[in-house]
T-cell receptor
Framework: QQQVKQSPQSLIVQKGGISIINCAYE??????FPWYQQFPGKGPALLIA?????SEKKEGRFTISFNKSAKQFSLHIMDSQPGDSATYFC????????????FGKGTMLLVSP | DTEVTQTPKHLVMGMTNKKSLKCEQH?????MYWYKQKAKKPPELMFVYSYEKLSINESVPSRFSPECPNSSLLNLHLHALQPEDSALYLC???????????FGPGTRLTVL
């Protein structure tokens, strides 16, 4: 029940295209859903996050869509750029003081020039 | 400033060595975390410290020994590691009661 399922495992998108990564969860105790971007040899960096009472959040070219009834959320990267090539992890959080993150397995995105 | 720093960036050690990883943050975060990340895998939680006390130990072998000497500093002491312990070791921190964890750049550890 703690699992977060992420797809696809890898994704190739043309420059200027839309990248879409999907995640699904089972545990209804999750209360916060961040996306992390990680470049090779670097630590994950928080990209964007959403709470379950919001259906969509947009920051620049990055949008999270959240479907609470389906227990699914997705990351959309508009106008994808070669610099967006990285591994993306969705995560789901529980906890009240410290937080415990359950990560998806990650999606390797390659944006071709 | 949302910076978590980690030293060293790279570490190579033999199986009989003793070494330490260091993590530091000055954001007033009272929750700090150690993760292990293997190639092409998500971060795997090892330890959680809350208010300088160990709150979670995810059944990590005793050759990894965490320490939180003050609210800004987190150490991971390494002893008698195995080659399979080679990985990227990540530190993270979060404000107490907050959702967001901020990760450091990691220490790339190679055990020979």
């Amino acid at each position: 029940q703690q699992q977060v399922k992420q797809s696809p495992q890898s994704l190739i998108v043309q420059k200027g295209g839309i990248s879409i990564i999907n995640c699904a969860y089972e545990n209804t105790a999750f209360d916060y859903f961040p996306w992390y971007q990680q470049f090779p040899g670097k630590g994950p960096a928080l990209l964007i996050a959403i709470r379950p009472d919001v259906s969509e959040k947009k920051e620049g070219r990055f949008t999270i869509s959240f479907n609470k009834s389906a227990k699914q959320f997705s990351l959309h990267i508009m106008d994808s750029q070669p610099g967006d090539s990285a591994t993306y992890f969705c995560a789901a959080r529980t906890g009240s003081g410290y937080s415990t993150l359950t990560f998806g397995k990650g999606t390797m995105l390659l944006v071709s020039p | 400033d949302t910076e978590v720093t980690q030293t060293p960036k790279h570490l190579v050690m033999g199986m009989t060595n003793k070494k330490s990883l260091k993590c530091e943050q000055h954001m007033g975060h009272r929750a700090m975390y150690w993760y292990k990340q293997k190639a092409k895998k998500p971060p795997e939680l090892m330890f959680v410290y809350s208010y300088e006390k160990l709150s979670i130990n995810e059944s990590v072998p005793s050759r990894f020994s965490p320490e939180c000497p003050n609210s800004s500093l987190l150490n991971l002491h390494l002893h008698a590691l195995q080659p399979e312990d080679s990985a990227l070791y990540l530190c993270a921190s979060s404000l107490w009661g907050s959702d967001t964890q901020y990760f450091g750049p990691g220490t790339r550890l190679t055990v020979l």
